[in-house]
């Protein structure tokens, strides 16, 4: 665990670059992670994001892919697209949350 | 710890920044030879778990494992219960009549009360996701397997040596 700071803001992060602390997130935070990531966000990202953030505070855990493309509608192909290194884990990433416990 | 993130990226910052926890190009190669219901999901999983983390994923079937890529089959896989110690079923019982069936109707009844896709929708996944889909060229030889009897998704018929050229610096997984 580490302590960084991002976007004026200091965040704690796992050993794999993880938050540890979702209430340490702000959207200033998720542009400068995607932007690490070589990803400039747009409209669908934020819907992802959007998502994302509110099912993950309701289930404690970062949804799946297949759970973020039933319920936001965002096709797999798109995902892949938004995230080209890894939607599994760039979602969970960048808002502010912990690599997702599911497979699928 | 404390550090910066302004000019100089320190490491843990350039973790942030990554996809796979690794910085080089990972690929993995799955070689599914097993068409029941039990062995058909380990493969796919395995490599649908690869690329929602940005792996490569290149994916072989052959022999018993062409069931999963097949129209007429894809949807029709048995759990295998026979001489499968997991059942923890003695053989012979295994072995009566509409054992499988009933194992089967178990599994996949299993498989949607905790919302895993079915065997066709995950290929359809992997296919959306980038991963790359071979058919054994023996085996449809070996079966009489035409290549309009596959799944759309497959996207070419392969040697072995093609194998191993498309999987060059990939962990192979044998299934």
Known sequence: MTTAMLAGHEITLNDDGFMTDPQQWTPEIAEEMAQRAGIALTDRHWTVIEFVRRDAAEKGTAPGLRRITAETGVPTKEL???FPKGPGILAAKISGWPKPKSCV | ??????????????????????????????????????????????????????????????FWGMDII??????????????????HMPAMIAGLPGMEGLATRMMKKKIEEIDVPTVRELIETLSDSGAEI?????????????????????????????????????????I
């Open chain 2, 134 to 174: 071979y058919a054994c060229q023996m085996a449809m030889e070996m079966m009489d397997i035409k290549r309009e009897e596959l799944l759309p998704q497959v996207q070419d018929v392969i040697t072995a040596m093609d194998f191993f050229e498309k999987s060059a610096g990939a962990q192979v997984i044998f």
């Open chain 1, 80 to 82: 892949y697209q938004l």
């Open chain 2, 1 to 62: 710890m404390q550090t910066m993130i302004d000019s100089t990226i320190p490491a843990a910052a350039n973790g942030v920044a990554m996809g796979a926890p690794q910085e080089t190009a990972r690929k993995v190669a799955i070689i599914c030879s097993k068409g029941s219901l039990d062995m058909a999901y380990p493969g796919l999983i395995l490599a649908n778990a690869a690329r929602m983390m940005g792996i490569d994923a290149v994916l072989f079937f052959t």
């Open chain 2, 70 to 87: 097949r129209e007429a089959t894809v949807d029709k896989l048995h759990a295998g219960v026979v001489g499968n110690p997991g059942t």
